[in-house]
């Protein structure tokens, strides 16, 4: 069968990972059906904006959870 009368398995693949990654991470702000009919340029644009909020929230939880280095104290008579 030609690609060209639908889509390729490895495309409806990507497509449904993309709209389980929106409706999954999107924290209950998007159904399947709105995602599934969004327009591709929208579904890539939201998701490139929750890969960019994980990015700096694992950001500030790996700075947090490193240790901080305190000076040796300065003990003078």
Not at 28 to 57: H, M
Request: aromatic share 16%.
């Amino acid at each position: 069968m030609s690609p060209f009368f639908g889509l390729t398995p490895d495309y409806k693949l990507g497509m449904h990972g993309e709209i389980f990654s929106l409706c999954y991470h999107g924290k209950g702000g998007f159904t399947w059906d709105e995602v599934y009919n969004l327009p591709i340029y929208l579904r890539r644009f939201y998701i490139q904006q929750i890969n960019k909020a994980i990015e700096s929230q694992n950001k500030a939880e790996s700075a947090a959870s490193k240790p901080k280095s305190k000076a040796a104290p300065n003990f003078r008579r």
